[in-house]
């Protein structure tokens, strides 16, 4: 995974070799010149000179989904879409599930969003709209310590990706369960992963690092295109 992310880390440099080879500019490239220096990237050769309209960011609480999707909205220009602000009502009362695929439709309805969070029940419906999935899929310990961390740095107030009345708070069965997301919750995002093999353009970032040099490689996919 971390050879593959060096590969699109280093797109930008590829891609001046490219136009070198081809000398011609941007607008002219074609795919087929292209792979042969992009052969140990294992993507789809259409998506990899393309923008993302859609994207899906799937992870334990705590794995980095928020922050991710500002840096990616940053970079690509597409709304974000919280989980967290559909799942929950002020008072941290919880919508029904049928409120949720309701306002998960809705949301999706129009092209170029960054939708962060899980809701399994809601997957085929985002999937079916998505070309793109990110899996932060990182150690439970890094995972249990950065929902500490914010929790002291945002406590009793709400954080931004949150919603409206939702002070933030931090209890024993709350780092319980991401303590045990892996056995309990992890297998239906590995599922997922698995099953989109030939319908959506995945990467699974496992680390900081990994994060660090997927955000670095879509930078210069923009670029690109």
Not at 29 to 36: G, R
Not at 105 to 112: A, F, N, Q, R, V
Request: with cysteine; hydrophobic share 40%.
């Amino acid at each position: 995974m971390l050879v593959k992310l060096t590969q699109e880390a280093s797109f930008r440099c590829r891609i001046r070799q490219i136009r070198q080879h081809l000398n011609s500019d941007k607008n002219s490239l074609d795919i087929l010149s292209i792979k042969p220096y992009l052969n140990n990237v294992r993507l789809n050769w259409t998506l990899i000179m393309s923008k993302p309209r859609n994207i899906l960011i799937v992870g334990s609480s705590g794995s980095g989904k928020s922050t991710l999707s500002k840096k990616l909205s940053q970079i690509l220009g597409l709304r974000i879409i919280n989980m967290d602000h559909i799942y929950w009502q002020p008072g941290w009362i919880m919508r029904s599930q049928e409120e949720i695929t309701t306002l998960v439709l809705s949301e999706i309805e129009h092209d170029g969003w960054i939708f962060e969070g899980n809701n399994s029940i809601t997957f085929p419906q985002r999937v079916a709209k998505a070309d793109m999935l990110l899996w932060l899929d990182l150690p439970r310990e890094t995972c249990i310590w950065r929902v500490i961390k914010r929790s002291l740095k945002h406590h009793g107030k709400t954080r931004p990706d949150m919603p409206k009345g939702c002070p933030e708070r931090l209890n024993w069965s709350f780092l319980k369960w991401i303590w045990n997301y892996n056995k309990v919750c992890r297998p239906a995002l590995e599922k997922l992963y698995h099953e989109t093999q030939d319908q959506l353009e995945r990467t699974h970032l496992k680390s900081a690092k990994d994060v660090d040099l997927f955000i670095e490689s879509m930078g210069a996919r923009l670029e690109a295109v």
